[in-house]
């Protein structure tokens, strides 16, 4: 079982949709969890963290924690197309030494 | 502030080179971490310094690669001598603290060995 699981999609929705996307992860202890956005060639660009159970939201953006599941998700309203991107999940890891853990990432392309 | 910057941004070598890539953090930022990503894969750890100190090296694919932070400032990678999985983007990331506050990446090097 890998660390960090994504969807790697691509996920399609329309623009002006919620786009909503999906992250497991393996290591019950974690206590740090971060969403990445990175377009095509370019370095991962930190969007989003989230440290306790429930629902935090910026603008456009709500992570959402549930740490009896393991499970961590990020919606994006009102998608736009310049949301198109790969979204990295990422998680702090608290075994042996802190260090984040990514996810493979998941593709969405948002449709005009 | 500055960010994280890394040089070079691109890199193409003959396999069995040598090639040193650098990172130099957010100023402050005790917290240095180096990751790769290969294509199709995910983005892996390599290590984490913490100031000068190796916290965790545990993602070091083999004695190849060497890693050092003098003074806790900047970092330098080195591969020696290169292979050609050794291809990928190499990403440096750094934070404030050891647990869990947001790390900040560079543009990443692009490594191409041929």
């Known amino acids: 079982q890998k660390e960090v699981e994504q969807n790697s999609g691509p996920l399609s929705v329309p623009e002006g949709a919620i786009a909503s996307l999906n992250c497991t992860y393996s290591?019950?202890?974690?206590?740090?969890f971060f969403w990445y956005r990175q377009y095509s060639g370019k370095s991962p660009e930190l969007i989003m963290s989230?440290?306790?159970?429930g629902d935090k939201e910026d603008g456009r953006f709500t992570a959402q924690l549930n740490k009896a599941s393991q499970y961590v998700s990020l919606l994006i309203r009102d998608s736009q197309p310049s949301d198109s991107a790969t979204y990295l999940c990422?998680?702090?890891?608290?075994?042996?030494?802190?260090?984040?853990?990514f996810g493979t990432g998941t593709r969405l392309k948002v449709l005009a | 502030e500055a960010g994280v910057t890394q040089f070079p941004s691109h890199s193409v070598i003959e396999k069995g080179q040598t090639v040193t890539l650098r990172c130099d953090p957010i100023?402050?930022?005790?917290?240095l971490y180096w990751y790769r990503r290969v294509m199709g894969k995910e983005i892996k750890f390599l290590l984490h310094?913490?100031?000068?100190?190796?916290?965790?090296e545990s993602g070091m694919p083999n004695n190849r690669f060497l890693a050092e932070r003098t003074g806790g400032t900047y970092s330098t990678l080195k591969v020696q001598p290169a292979e050609l999985e050794d291809s990928g983007v190499y990403f440096c990331?750094?934070?404030?603290?050891?647990?869990?506050?947001?790390?900040?990446f560079g543009q990443g090097t692009r490594l191409t060995v041929v």
């Open positions: 990422a998680v702090c890891t608290t075994s042996g030494t802190y260090k984040y853990i």
């Open positions: 290591d019950r202890g974690s206590q740090s």
């Open positions: 100023s402050g930022h005790d917290n």
């Open positions: 989230i440290y306790s159970n």
């Open positions: 310094f913490v100031k000068e100190s190796k916290q965790d």
């Open positions: 990331a750094s934070s404030q603290v050891s647990f869990g506050t947001e790390a900040f």
